[in-house]
């Protein structure tokens, strides 16, 4: 009877588009805005385009910052210099034409401190500009100090500083390069797992005879209700593994992000992953006796939150929460799941893996037990 | 008002669930500001690490590095052992792991071979690239130091102080200084809010009309077509207020000070402008479906996508100028580069360019409710 229950129920959920569209396909169209979204930082081809300056000389002024910056024009193709007067670039800036003027004055000070940079904002473009400022100082003072220390070291100093010498050698503590963004999939893949709540709802609407008309026969069916049950919960979570394996494929394959090469033990996660979104939903429709629309309003949100803390709409989530809650990071589904596919990246052994593994199941086993000790021998006494 | 006091019991009808979106989506804005409040303001200031190092150097420059490192960041020390350091940065207890060698001094000082120190960042960090150009930069100055025949000890202690200078930064506007309020964290992430909370709270009030029978009763009614229309719209009207008015009395007790400044009330009108194109959207949405979860699903869709591409959780400088191209065709797009422009303005005066995108998201409005108005015709006519 198993058997035929359960291809039964997998036929029946394959019927459902709803449920099949959460699961199979609107991890698909997230996962193409992340994409479309990230593009640009995962190939990191957009991000260090030329950032464009302005620089204005006053008359009288050096020629050493312009030429600095048309190096860096032409050579390292950092910036786009227009060289303009203080009124144009006013005015360039203000409608962000330009990220920052550079003033080039000309006074008795230290040759180094007659350039300052004005912006109207502060971010990575306007940071790379400073710092492009600060490095010219910075060498200035020092060829300045040389000078008066020992010039005749000056040649020797100048010809350090067309050399690049690599000081820091990668660390090996993980072989896999990983990029920030990569931890917005991971939440992917755990939203995706946890959208099994919609299922796990619909086997509880099933042995919930005030919920729907299925469920009132069965209640007064002679067979027992964990024999009509278990077939039911097996093909669910089937078919919720298999939608989440197609959405792993998706990104790795077709997306072509990179989430490690441990591609077993991935498929491992999303399965307890599929395991914890099925119970998940199972409770919460056992739960109370609600309407069904509440408690799909429920399980969404539940869904959606416990994604939301694990990162899939704030990449610093994770982080945030360590530093000031860290207890959610430990009980929070979404969370775990996120945490195990990192683990696997960066460690090597399987210990952080296998913490992971277990919280998520030992959650599975409560919600479990809680959905079988709410649906067992309910008596109604009037529906 | 027979139709409005339908409208209003459909509602209420529908409290306990509205109830539950309204406070987790409130939540998850208010988490959302102040953790990416956090995470900016490390972003743009110094930024401080957590450094562990293990300095095995006995000469100066080992001794110089650190003290140079100590300034900006907090040292830490290192774990013992290859697993301890890997749960340290697993748990975020460090960003960054240095290693120097014993004998750096001397083989640096020689010039000889590259890549001397290792460094380590957590897998995924962004601002680990940081201290790597940190580290950079005082090495460049000591090799300078070096190179002009200054001897070990002094290189070090002149290069601290050249890496002391900063560059000189100024803002073309002095308010284009101050770093963003709080408040602006919280009505950047009103959109998605907003979406979700419209979509299925007037989406599952206005499906009720739309239910097939129910809609034939009312159409042979001795109430004209128009009266119901109008007293349906004020419905909307009242909910969308009524959702306005709560976030924003929220917002006015959380960020008392900027909702009574010029940017607060901008930022209250940029709200109310887009709470009623997420009305219209909701309005469009529901053309389509014929249960809650079907209206589920599209509010996820349309929240999640509209708020990915349009900058609302990631910003906008980080897409691909395509996808930035294509955003521009997304009302919350329009709203997210307002809400930046309102923290520039200092009076009402300055604020024409916001009038204008205020206007851009209202003709969004209109287009959507155009598009929902036409699906409606057409469904009319396939019946």
Redesign the interface.
């Known amino acids: 009877m198993f058997f035929r229950l359960y291809f039964y129920s997998i036929r029946q959920t394959v019927r459902q588009k ?1 449920i099949m ?2 699961s199979l396909i ?1 991890p698909v ?2 996962g193409t ?2 994409r ?6 995962m190939e990191e ?3 260090f385009h030329q950032i464009p300056a302005a620089y204005v000389a006053e008359e009288g002024a050096s020629q050493t910052f312009a030429e600095t910056l048309k190096s860096l024009e032409e050579d390292s193709e950092l910036v786009e210099v227009l060289e303009t007067d203080s009124g144009k670039a ?1 005015e360039l ?2 409608e962000e034409k330009v990220e920052g003027i550079y003033y080039n004055r000309a006074s008795d000070i230290e040759e ?2 007659k350039v ?9 473009s ?2 790379i500009l ?2 492009i ?3 010219y ?3 200035f ?3 300045g ?2 000078g008066r ?2 010039p ?3 040649k ?2 100048a ?3 067309g050399r690049q ?10 072989e ?5 963004m ?2 917005y999939f991971y939440a992917l893949i755990a939203m995706n797992c946890l959208m099994g709540v ?1 299922m796990g709802l619909q086997i509880a609407v099933g042995f919930k005879a005030n919920l729907s008309d299925l469920a009132a026969r069965r209640v007064v069916s002679g067979t027992s209700r964990y024999g009509m049950m278990m077939p039911d919960l097996a093909a669910k979570i089937t078919i919720q593994f298999l939608c989440t394996v197609f959405a792993v494929c998706y990104l790795m394959f077709a997306l072509k992000i990179p989430l490690g090469n441990k591609f077993g033990f991935i498929l491992l996660t999303t399965l307890v992953g599929s395991l914890v979104g099925i119970f998940l939903g199972f409770f919460i429709g056992a739960v109370g006796t609600y309407k069904e ?2 408690k ?3 399980c ?2 539940c869904m ?2 416990s994604s ?1 803390l694990s990162g899939l ?2 990449g ?5 929460l ?2 000031n809650a ?1 207890i959610v990071n430990r009980i929070n589904p979404a969370s775990l799941i996120v ?1 195990a596919l ?2 696997l ?3 090597e ?1 399987y ?2 893996y296998t913490q992971c593994m277990v919280s998520l199941l030992v959650i599975v086993a409560v919600l479990g037990a809680g959905a079988f000790a709410l649906v067992r021998r309910e008596r109604y006494a009037s529906i | 008002m027979q139709v409005f006091k339908v409208f209003c019991k459909v509602t209420n009808k529908h409290k306990s669930q509205f109830l539950i979106y309204v406070i987790i989506y409130l939540f998850i804005a208010i988490a959302m500001s102040r953790s990416i409040q956090e995470s900016k303001v490390m972003e743009f200031d110094k930024v401080s690490l957590k450094v562990a190092v293990e300095n095995e150097d006995q000469g100066e420059l080992g001794k110089g590095l650190v003290s140079y490192l100590k300034g900006n960041n907090q040292i830490k020390k290192i774990p013992a052992g290859t697993e301890a350091l890997k749960d340290a940065m697993y748990y975020q207890e460090i960003d960054y792991v240095l290693v120097i060698p014993q004998d750096f001094t001397e083989q640096f000082a020689a010039g000889t071979g590259e890549e001397l120190l290792e460094g380590t960042a957590v897998p995924g960090s962004s601002t680990a690239s940081l201290i790597e150009n940190e580290i950079r930069q005082y090495l460049d100055t000591v090799e300078m130091y070096l190179a002009a025949g200054i001897n070990a000890s002094r290189a070090v202690e002149l290069s601290a102080a050249d890496m002391k200078r900063e560059a000189e930064v100024n803002f073309l506007e002095e308010n284009d200084s101050q770093p963003l309020s709080s408040g602006f964290y919280f009505f950047q992430y009103v959109p998605y809010v907003f979406l979700v909370i419209m979509i299925l709270g007037l989406g599952a009030v206005m499906k009720t009309f739309r239910d097939k029978d129910l809609s034939a009763r009312n159409k042979c009614s001795a109430m004209s077509f128009l009266q119901q229309n109008v007293q349906i719209i004020l419905g909307c009207i009242l909910f969308t207020l009524a959702v306005f008015a709560f976030f924003m009395a929220m917002a006015f007790c959380l960020y008392r000070t900027y909702m009574c400044s010029i940017q607060g009330l901008l930022s209250a009108v940029n709200a109310l402008v887009f709470s009623i194109c997420a009305a219209s959207i909701a309005w469009f949405c529901v053309q389509f479906v014929r249960s809650m979860p079907e209206l589920n699903v599209l509010s996820n869709i349309f929240s999640l996508s509209f708020s990915f591409l349009g900058g609302v959780f990631v910003s906008l400088e980080l897409m691909s100028e395509g996808v930035q191209k294509a955003a521009k065709f997304i009302p919350s797009y329009w709203y997210v580069i307002a809400n930046r422009e309102i923290q520039k303005v200092e009076s009402f005066a300055q604020a024409g360019s916001i009038y204008q995108l205020y206007l851009v998201v209202l003709v969004f409005a209109l287009a959507f409710f155009a598009a929902g108005l036409l699906v409606n015709r057409m469904k009319l006519r396939t019946v």
């Open positions: 709803l569209f959460w609107f169209i997230l805005l992340f479309a979204a990230f593009g640009g930082f081809e957009v991000i006013e800036l203000k180094g401190e300052t940079l004005t912006v109207t904002k502060q971010g990575m306007q940071s400073s710092s400022l600060e490095q100082q910075r060498v003072h020092t060829m100090q040389i220390e020992n005749s070291g000056l020797a100093a010809e350090v500083l010498r690599q000081y820091l050698k990668e660390g090996t503590i993980s896999t390069p990983k990029s920030a990569t931890d919609s629309s509440v799909e309003g429920i969404v949100s959606l939150f939301f709409m704030m610093n989530m994770y982080r945030f360590e530093n860290p945490k990192y683990s990246d960066i460690y052994g210990e952080k």
